[in-house]
């Protein structure tokens, strides 16, 4: 976890520095919550990359393993619902991961043309031993559920996958025209704790782009490049 009041105070020490203008509560949480949304993505790309990369046996060094860690906590199961035609996914869904059917078959994902190729032979028509899935909006909402073959099966479907970040918010009390952190009612960051630095530069560079400060944006983006150049190096 990142206090997102830690963040926030260093955000405005480095505009307020030299007199640079100020960073209202409401756009430091929206520029927040986007930085820690790229972040988070960037672990799906990294992750990628650092497969196909031979694996290092340091303890510390192992990038994928590093980034794997940084995901773990987002990592749930869930038993999912049938409605109507579909089985409706999570509500705090972002990537899934394996579908499983009686909590013992994997479930193969496919579109719509190899399910077609499926369907069409009677030697791989799916059955409950071989069970087939494609994901998409369901058909009663705009929400992502995925419709399994056989349509037969309309229970014991489960699933791993990868959940959103809680969105963050510095939550604050207006005294006297002065906005006072109010802890009770903020959210903080849910990533790493080694992610600190880099939200604050990205945060720094909305910010910069938000105020016309030019030298705030290049700061900002010196920085972030060379963090990210040190990761991948």
């Given at each position: ?201 990205k945060i720094l560079l909305y910010a910069g782009l938000n105020i016309k400060e030019a030298d705030v944006i290049q700061i900002a983006d010196a920085k972030e490049t060379k963090k990210i150049t040190q990761e991948k190096s």
């Amino acid at each position: 976890m990142i206090s997102i009041d830690t963040v926030y105070q260093r955000v405005l020490a480095i505009i307020n520095k030299e007199n640079r203008g100020y960073l209202t509560p409401q756009d430091f949480n929206l520029f927040a919550n986007q930085a820690q949304l790229e972040i988070f993505e960037q672990y799906f790309f990294d992750l990628n990359q650092y497969g196909r990369i031979k694996e290092n046996n340091t303890e510390y060094a192992n990038l994928y393993k590093i980034i794997e860690e940084k995901l773990s906590k987002f990592k749930k199961e869930a038993n999912l619902t049938y409605s109507t035609d579909y089985f409706q996914l999570p509500s705090d869904f972002h990537k899934l991961g394996t579908v499983i059917y009686n909590n013992t078959v994997e479930v193969e994902k496919v579109d719509r043309k190899q399910l077609m190729d499926y369907q069409g032979s009677k030697l791989t028509q799916p059955d409950t031993l071989n069970p087939l899935y494609i994901q998409n909006a369901t058909s009663s909402s705009n929400n992502w559920g995925l419709k399994i073959y056989p349509t037969t099966i309309n229970a014991n479907i489960s699933c791993t996958y990868v959940r959103k970040p809680v969105a963050v918010e510095w939550a604050y009390t207006n005294v006297a025209g002065t906005a006072l952190y109010n802890a009770s009612n903020s959210t903080n960051f849910e990533l790493h704790e080694s992610e600190e630095v880099g939200l604050v530069f990205k945060i720094l560079l909305y910010a910069g782009l938000n105020i016309k400060e030019a030298d705030v944006i290049q700061i900002a983006d010196a920085k972030e490049t060379k963090k990210i150049t040190q990761e991948k190096s």
